[in-house]
């Protein structure tokens, strides 16, 4: 309905244009054929022609878009029919998607760094879509080229500098695990996946979902090929000890009287969690996920120091917990298993 609505405003102006434009132009009548007209001669100079009004169908001319330092160059052709020049609103729709990918920035939250450490918040900004379709269509409504500017929203970050000084205060829930620093890939993907989740906040209301806050993880992403259990048996993967995380996260967040929602074991026991405290995580398989129903927002504190893994909970001075009795994990490290009973998947070329 919108799309027919565009195409009719369109059409409308469009011929109320011509309209205007052929009552300007054309001839009187009676100088169309005076009474003493003069024979019709070789030698007679014919009566010059009524000026013809240009069709936007059949004129050539760009549309400029113009964000940052950059300019988009988009040529009349690509946005309207040929012969009777209608917009094209699959084509605008094309160029807005288009052009949403170069100038969407997502705004950046503020990080604790510790203590009174902070990193402030960058803000963001969205194209307003509907403005730029009518800017678009603007531009096709006539005929010569046209330059806009692209209407962009300001969005600002979530998390700001002022309210991490408010939630750093109180800790509420605290965990940490141990791990061979020795094993250099599965200890990389640690502090990797430790640093995601640090400075992130859970409001009130909100569910966090490690997966959906990490995203998948990947090579590209800098996530190094370790040993990981599928089902039941020890396998190479990229991301392998990412479920220590998770795990270390569900026993703080179990402590700290936070909702779960979410949570699987893994096919076999464990070494850095108490069996049946672990919580396994694989991207577009199980989650470890939960829910803040505390009336204030909560931090994750998450940290590597040597061999060891420690997430904090914190919150305001004014949240009131119902926290839980959460046994320890061991400080044994736990052993490495040898390479011989690690299944290594085929590589394709």
């Not at 080229?145 to 998390?159: C, D, G, N, Q, Y």
Request: glycine share 6%; charged share 15%; aromatic share 8%.
């Amino acid at each position: 309905m919108h799309k027919l609505m565009m195409i009719l405003i369109f059409m409308l102006t469009l011929s109320t244009n011509f309209a205007y434009a052929a009552s300007e132009t054309s001839l009187p009548a009676a100088a169309a054929a005076p009474p003493s007209a003069a024979p019709h001669s070789s030698n007679s100079k014919s009566a010059p022609s009524a000026p013809t009004v240009p069709s936007p169908a059949l004129t050539s001319s760009n549309l400029t878009i113009q964000y940052d330092d950059q300019a988009l160059i988009v040529e009349r052709d690509q946005l309207q029919f040929p012969l009777w020049g209608l917009p094209d609103m699959e084509a605008v729709e094309r160029l807005t998607a288009r052009f949403r990918k170069q100038v969407n920035i997502a705004p950046l939250n503020a990080k604790w760094k510790g203590g009174d450490h902070f990193i402030s918040g960058q803000n963001g900004r969205r194209l307003d879509d509907h403005a730029f379709t009518e800017q678009v269509l603007g531009f096709l409504m006539q005929s010569d080229s046209a330059t806009i500017e692209a209407p962009t929203h300001l969005i600002h970050p979530k998390v700001t500098t002022e309210l991490l000084t408010e939630i750093t205060h109180k800790p509420i829930g605290y965990y940490v695990t141990f791990f061979n620093s020795g094993n250099k890939s599965r200890s990389h993907n640690i502090r990797l996946a430790a640093e995601a989740i640090n400075s992130a906040v859970v409001f009130p209301g909100e569910t966090f979902s490690f997966n959906g806050f990490l995203g998948p993880r990947t090579l590209q992403k800098g996530y190094k090929s370790a040993p990981i259990i599928v089902k039941g048996e020890m396998a190479e993967g990229v991301g392998g000890g990412i479920c220590q995380v998770s795990s270390t996260l569900f026993n703080a967040v179990d402590r700290a009287g936070l909702k779960v929602v979410s949570r699987y074991s893994h096919s076999r026991s464990v070494s850095y969690v108490l069996p049946g405290r672990d919580a396994t995580v694989s991207w577009g398989g199980p989650d470890f996920a939960f829910r803040n129903e505390y009336h204030q927002p909560v931090l994750i504190r998450a940290m590597v120091s040597g061999g060891s893994l420690h997430i904090m909970l914190y919150s305001s001075e004014s949240i009131v917990t119902k926290p839980k009795n959460v046994p320890p994990a061991s400080h044994q490290l736990p052993e490495e298993v040898p390479n011989s009973q690690v299944i290594h998947p085929k590589t394709e070329e």
